[in-house]
């Protein structure tokens, strides 16, 4: 069983390599194949799939012993793994060490789960797409990635997989490049990653030379010893990392325009793992975090604002897509405030329940997408009877985001809420973080409510709107169709609407009635509210409820455009600063010299003439001048 952590993380890694190179073996054209690559993409769905669900299985084995002792507030017990050996460095030495305790082995499950689903439901979704098994091989090299960063036992380890993740997401997220707009969104999302990673690996630097071990045991062993400095700085550091991988205030303007990749990634990588990765390196390093009274405080403000803001924002989209791009950055907002109020298992319990839900809804919106032909509600409604199971679990992955009783994020929700409320009368916060925290979070229940039922109503009820569009370019899956989405699709939405549902039961009926009804009435306010502007018109869209603020937060508050006058232009300005530079001076002085030469050049070659006489003439001048002066100075 110590191999276990070893071998879920091997067998993703396998499937990519095999995918790559083995999936259009051997090199022959189709010819009585249904489509261009029909077998290709047969063989690779098959290689994708099985060892996948190889990880899957593994995860649940190690899974099975720790249980959910976590979410129920034990500490963690025994970590199941071992060491494959060290790597020298010359200092610290890196620790080659897999291993799986309580809280890797329930987000391995969460992980590979996840990952399972995508891949089936891509089968259907992109079934006749020529780049498919690249795709395949991509999704199972992420999960690779991000089971090493789950298991690992080294910091430095667990840093191999996070910048993997980073480049398949960039590979992911550009799948159609032929759109300008797709590969422009997966450069945004490298690059604002990147550099929140930069901070990630120094805040890694300063662990470990303050505990002489980058491995996690020895790291959080030698907590207590760090002078409150080291540990502020070094975690003020990875909070730079966290809030570019799980898209927090102020980098998270990346994960919106990533919703032009495919459907299925959005649910693998940007809303169920790769953005829930910085959370859980918060609660993996929590102890660390905890001795950071100041980290803590600045994690506080941040979630507070980023919660908000992003619910508002998604209350003012027209793309589906975005609505549950910006909720995720809410979701995640949550968790970092559990974080920040001194509860981690309430944080990890709601990545859980968020990570099944939001895959959920992301797949259901896929099937809508599929069917529709586009990705704006303005061109959805009344396809409730059309797509009945599809409407049936988004219906459950709505009830569970708004935290609505007996849907799983209501249980999640009401810990982080009690959270909350503790640390208002003693905790790790300031007062001031501490009620901006709470009140957001409020005001944050009523938003989630009025934009889930707006998304809701928009897509299932009233006249439908659907508008026969032209054929789209090849390499899209966005085509029009009549039926419910084909069966690859419709039994992965069918599982994950199971834990959406019920997971929430995993963490013990623990609920705080108080807590519970205030989340339950304020989000059936926002519900409420929408529900009567649209009923009072429901063919406007309910968002005018928001009146003058509507249009800054359909623009996020104009956060991208600050950005844009801030360091984009600045930037581009001083690259072609840069580049006229090179052009006139560098390259200017390397011209001038060649002309240069060639100006001298040219005076040589009067004097190289071929004329015979020309040269006597030059020889008997020289002569003459020669005994002149030996006259005249002698």
Known sequence: MTIFPLLAVVLPFV??????????????????TPGPGAGANARAAWIAVVPTAGAAVLALWLAWEPGFAFLEGARPGPAVGRTYGTIGTGAIPISLTLQADDLSAILGVLVTLVALAVQVYSVGYLHDDPRYPSYSAFISLFTSAMLLVVYAGDLLVLYVGWEIMGLCSYLLIGHWWEDKANSRAAIKAFLVTRLGDVGFLFGIFVLGAAAGSFRIADVLAKVPEMS?????????LLLAGVAGKSAQVPLHTWLPDAMAGPTPISALIHAATMVAAGIFIVARLFPAFQAARPTLDVLAV??????????????????????????????LSYMAGGLAAGSDSAAIFHLLTHGAFKALLFLCAGAVIHHVGSNLMTQMG??????????????????????????????????????????????????????????????????????????????????????????????????????????????????LSVPALLLGLAGGLHVDLGVAAIGVVLALLGAGVVYAFWRSDPLADPARLLGPLRVPCERAFYVDGVY????????????????????????????????????????????QNGNVQLYVSGVLAGVLLIVVGAVVFT
């Open 228 to 236: 409150t400095g080291t540990l502020v700085a070094a975690t003020m």
């Open 382 to 495: 009344g396809l409730r009877r059309q797509l009945p199971v599809t409407f049936v679990t988004m219906t459950i992955g709505f009830a569970a985001l708004a935290g609505l009783p007996p849907a799983s994020g209501f249980f999640s929700k009401d810990e982080l809420l009690l959270a909350m409320d503790h640390a208002l009368s003693g905790g790790g916060l300031t007062d001031a973080a501490a009620l901006l925290l709470y009140g957001c979070a409020l005001a944050t229940v009523a938003v989630t409510g009025a934009y889930a039922t707006r998304a809701w109503l928009r897509t299932f009820f009233g006249a439908a709107r659907v508008v026969a569009l032209p054929e789209p370019e090849p390499g899209t899956a966005h085509v029009i169709d009549v039926r419910e989405a084909p069966r690859t699709m419709l039994v992965p939405i069918v599982l």
């Open 15 to 32: 499937a990519a390599v095999a995918g790559l190179l083995l999936s259009r073996w051997p090199h022959r054209r189709p010819t009585s």
């Open 302 to 331: 941040l979630a507070a604002l980023g919660m908000l803001g992003a619910a508002l924002a998604a209350l003012a989209q027209d793309d589906l897509k975005r609505v549950l791009a910006y909720s995720t950055i809410s979701q």
């Open 564 to 607: 844009s006058a801030l360091f984009v232009r600045p930037v581009l300005a001083l690259a072609r600063l840069v580049v006229r530079t090179d052009d006139v001076v560098v390259d200017g002085a390397v011209r001038g010299s060649g002309r240069s030469a060639r100006g001298l050049s040219g005076l040589l070659r009067l004097a």
